[in-house]
């Protein structure tokens, strides 16, 4: 079982930076791999990035509307996963949640377990 706390979010003007976290409990998290996703009112939640495991190639992956502009990472040792959002745009006003899921965890995977969420609003 692992439970996700995500953080970080809050009210940014556009062209702003912000950082969300996300911390997970258990000691299996090194082997986890971990997505963050987005769902916008009116909208139906979607994938933003993942990350894989370090057995598994740590390798990142981005949708195409935040490639350039966010970073995925991972701290192992803090059982944490970041997203750096750079150059936030209105249209990336969304409740921002992260999950973990199979190691080589991608975004078509099925993710395990989901954090609460965390609401990110960019002002124009």
């Known amino acids: 079982q692992v439970q996700l706390v995500e953080s970080g979010g809050g009210l940014v003007r556009a062209g702003g930076s912000l950082r969300l976290s996300c911390a997970a409990s258990?000691?299996?998290?090194?082997?986890?791999?971990m997505g963050w996703f987005r769902r916008a009112p009116g909208k139906e939640r979607e994938f933003v990035a993942s990350i894989a495991s370090s057995e598994s190639g740590g390798y990142t992956d981005y949708a195409n509307s935040v490639k350039g502009r966010f970073i995925i990472s991972r701290d192992n040792a803090k059982n944490t996963v970041y997203l750096r959002m750079n150059s936030l745009k209105p249209e990336d006003t969304a409740v921002y949640y992260c999950a973990a899921g199979p190691g080589s965890a991608g975004r078509n995977t099925p993710y395990d377990y989901w954090g609460q969420g965390t609401q990110v609003t960019v002002s124009s």
């Open positions: 258990g000691r299996a998290f090194l082997f986890y791999g």
